[in-house]
């Protein structure tokens, strides 16, 4: 079973850039597809990013799109969000997921089966 972390999180300005580390333990990142989803207090969690296992296939919210990026190091195993320009509606907690069928193209959280524990990001105005 695979266990996931989050690092990078913390207080910035909009328009500044950051960017959100995930490491992986227990199994290789390449079992699987990855994807970040964030939940804002009182909102639905919504998927940020995610990829297939080969990077083959990648989705943005539209809320992110053209200042997300997600990316992953496998030798680190190690995936990554880079959000740049960032919104005081960006304010969330983030977490990191991954799923078993590292085929699928899919955006949907009930089909991740492994979540980090999340970790704050506030953008201040």
């Known amino acids: 079973q695979v266990q996931l972390e989050e690092f990078g999180g913390g207080l910035v300005q909009a328009g500044d850039s950051l960017g959100l580390s995930c490491v992986a333990s227990g199994r290789s990142l390449t079992d699987y597809g990855v994807g970040w989803f964030r939940q804002a207090p009182g909102k639905e969690r919504e998927c940020v990013a995610a990829e297939d296992w080969s990077g083959g296939w990648a989705y943005y919210g539209d809320t992110v799109k053209g200042r997300a990026t997600i990316s992953r190091d496998h030798v680190k195993n190690t995936v990554y969000l880079q959000l740049n320009s960032l919104k005081p509606e960006d304010t969330a907690v983030y977490y990191c997921?991954?799923?078993?069928?590292?085929?699928?193209?899919?955006?949907?959280?009930?089909?991740?089966?492994?979540w980090g524990q999340g970790i704050q990001v506030t953008v201040s105005s």
């Open positions: 997921a991954v799923r078993e069928n590292r085929f699928s193209e899919t955006y949907n959280a009930y089909e991740y089966e492994y």
